[in-house]
């Protein structure tokens, strides 16, 4: 049925969402930009946004510690690679690997997912 929670496995990643698309996006965001999804530490499956991981955990979400921005956290799902963070925080909004677009826009939700200072 459209609108539930569908899984993905065509990734090398688990990733769940709600009507996941071959490259991440997910019903809440779908420009052409939206091709990443992330793990949190409560997690050790891939969401598109933090509005799927509300959809599929019964528990708040966990953001990433700086001193654990070395961790791989961040599928590409373009080329399905998966990045530490602080490769995708350095990556100036492109995937270091294939070259595609990530959605710069992003940068407005980073305080969900990882504990940065504000800028």
Known sequence: MAGEPTGEDAFCVPVRGIAVDSETRCSHYRTDWDVIAITLPCCETFF????????YCEHEAERWPPDRFDERAILCG??????AIETYLASEHRCPHCE????????????????????
């Open 48 to 55: 598109p946004c933090f509005e799927c991981h509300e959809t």
């Open 100 to 119: 595609a677009a990530f959605n710069p826009g992003c940068t407005n939700h980073w305080d969900r997912y990882f504990r940065v200072e504000s800028e």
């Open 78 to 83: 373009v080329c399905d690679s998966v990045l």
